[in-house]
C-alpha cells in the first residue's frame, strides 16, 4: 500500500504522569505513516484525492495541545483515533510518539510509543425481541455509530425469527450490519456489551429474551479463539436468522474455517429449515 510519511514532527505539549510534566510542558517528536491509496490523487493531481500533509500535522499538533494525557499511549490513541476521523481513504497507520525529555534518571536517547492501527471489516449480528424491539435495536446501533472508532457501513434487512434454543419466549427481530472499526477484538466485544447494558440488557438465563443482542459473526479474516469470544462465530452457520441477512450484504465473503461464501453457507443452512 502506499504511504504518506510525517517524520520528526516536534510538538510542544503538556503530557506526563509527573506534575511538573503538566506545569513545564515539553517537546514531543511525532513520526507517522499514513498508508492509503494514492493512485487516484497520482492520476488526477487533485489533494482531495489524497491527504494534506500540512492538514494532517496539524490535526495532530491540535489533538496534542487540546487534551493533556498521563500516558503517551493515550496521547498515540486520540491522535490516531482523529486521523481515521478525518481522512476516510486512510487505511492503516503507523504512529510513533516520542519523548526525549523524559524525566529519567539514567542516560537515555529517547523513549517512545509506537502504535500499528488499521481498518477492520466485521459483521455484526443484532436481535432483540423485549420491550420495544424496532427502538432498541435502532437506538444500539446509532450508539455504535457514534463511537469515533467505530462506522456502520451496511445494514440488511430486518426479519423476524423464532426463537433459538427451545426458550419460550416472543418472535426475534433479526438483522446484521457490516462495520469498519479500528477495535481490537476484545475491545469491541466490551463495547458491544457496554452498548447492550446501555440499552436495558440483563443476563438471564441462556437464549432467553433480551432488550438487545450484539454478536460478533466476522472479524475480517481471523480464526481466533479465548475464553471469551471465538470468532468466527461458532454457530453462525446454524442460524438461517444471521446467515440470511449476512447473505444479504455480504454474499462474497468468504468464512476463513469452511471456505464457502456466505451465500453458500445462507443456501445450505436454508435447506436444513426447509427439511
Same mark, same amino acid.
Given at each position: 500500500?502506499?504511504?504518506?510519511?510525517?517524520?520528526?514532527?516536534?510538538?510542544?505539549?503538556?503530557?506526563?504522569?509527573?506534575?511538573?510534566?503538566?506545569?513545564?510542558?515539553?517537546?514531543?517528536?511525532?513520526?507517522?505513516?499514513?498508508?492509503?491509496?494514492?493512485?487516484?490523487?497520482?492520476?488526477?493531481?487533485?489533494?482531495?484525492?489524497?491527504?494534506?500533509?500540512?492538514?494532517?500535522?496539524?490535526?495532530?499538533?491540535?489533538?496534542?495541545?487540546?487534551?493533556?494525557? &498521563? +500516558?503517551? %499511549?493515550?496521547?498515540? *490513541?486520540?491522535?490516531?483515533?482523529?486521523?481515521?476521523?478525518?481522512?476516510? #481513504?486512510?487505511?492503516? @497507520?503507523?504512529?510513533?510518539?516520542?519523548?526525549?525529555?523524559?524525566?529519567?534518571?539514567?542516560?537515555?536517547?529517547?523513549?517512545?510509543?509506537?502504535?500499528?492501527?488499521?481498518?477492520?471489516?466485521?459483521?455484526?449480528?443484532?436481535?432483540?425481541?423485549?420491550?420495544?424491539?424496532?427502538?432498541?435495536?435502532?437506538?444500539?446501533?446509532?450508539?455504535?455509530?457514534?463511537?469515533?472508532?467505530?462506522?456502520?457501513?451496511?445494514?440488511?434487512?430486518?426479519?423476524?425469527?423464532?426463537?433459538?434454543?427451545?426458550?419460550?419466549?416472543?418472535?426475534?427481530?433479526?438483522?446484521?450490519?457490516?462495520?469498519?472499526?479500528?477495535?481490537?477484538?476484545?475491545?469491541?466485544?466490551? &463495547? +458491544?456489551? %457496554?452498548?447492550?447494558? *446501555?440499552?436495558?440488557?440483563?443476563?438471564?438465563?441462556?437464549?432467553?429474551? #433480551?432488550?438487545?443482542? @450484539?454478536?460478533?459473526?466476522?472479524?475480517?479474516?481471523?480464526?481466533?479463539?479465548?475464553?471469551?469470544?471465538?470468532?468466527?462465530?461458532?454457530?453462525?452457520?446454524?442460524?438461517?436468522?444471521?446467515?440470511?441477512?449476512?447473505?444479504?450484504?455480504?454474499?462474497?465473503?468468504?468464512?476463513?474455517?469452511?471456505?464457502?461464501?456466505?451465500?453458500?453457507?445462507?443456501?445450505?443452512?436454508?435447506?436444513?429449515?426447509?427439511?
Amino acid at each position: 500500500m502506499d504511504e504518506i510519511r510525517i517524520e520528526g514532527l516536534k510538538v510542544f505539549a503538556y503530557h506526563g504522569v509527573l506534575e511538573e510534566e503538566s506545569i513545564n510542558g515539553q517537546d514531543f517528536y511525532i513520526n507517522a505513516i499514513l498508508r492509503l491509496s494514492l493512485q487516484p490523487a497520482g492520476i488526477s493531481d487533485e489533494l482531495e484525492q489524497s491527504v494534506s500533509y500540512a492538514e494532517a500535522c496539524e490535526l495532530i499538533a491540535d489533538v496534542m495541545h487540546r487534551k493533556r494525557f &498521563k +500516558l503517551i %499511549e493515550s496521547c498515540a *490513541e486520540a491522535v490516531s483515533t482523529a486521523l481515521f476521523g478525518k481522512y476516510c #481513504r486512510l487505511r492503516e @497507520l503507523e504512529l510513533e510518539v516520542r519523548k526525549p525529555q523524559a524525566p529519567i534518571s539514567e542516560e537515555f536517547g529517547c523513549v517512545s510509543v509506537r502504535i500499528v492501527r488499521k481498518r477492520h471489516r466485521v459483521f455484526i449480528a443484532y436481535g432483540s425481541n423485549a420491550g420495544d424491539p424496532e427502538q432498541h435495536i435502532e437506538d444500539g446501533i446509532a450508539s455504535l455509530d457514534r463511537d469515533p472508532m467505530c462506522r456502520v457501513k451496511r445494514m440488511s434487512g430486518i426479519i423476524k425469527s423464532t426463537p433459538y434454543g427451545g426458550v419460550v419466549q416472543d418472535d426475534f427481530l433479526n438483522g446484521v450490519l457490516e462495520l469498519s472499526t479500528l477495535y481490537e477484538p476484545e475491545m469491541l466485544l466490551k &463495547k +458491544l456489551k %457496554e452498548i447492550e447494558k *446501555e440499552h436495558g440488557r440483563v443476563e438471564t438465563l441462556r437464549w432467553g429474551p #433480551r432488550t438487545l443482542d @450484539l454478536d460478533i459473526i466476522l472479524y475480517d479474516d481471523i480464526v481466533m479463539k479465548t475464553d471469551e469470544l471465538i470468532i468466527p462465530h461458532p454457530d453462525m452457520c446454524n442460524r438461517d436468522f444471521v446467515m440470511r441477512p449476512l447473505a444479504q450484504i455480504a454474499p462474497e465473503v468468504l468464512h476463513p474455517v469452511w471456505h464457502k461464501t456466505m451465500a453458500e453457507l445462507a443456501g445450505e443452512v436454508a435447506e436444513k429449515h426447509i427439511i
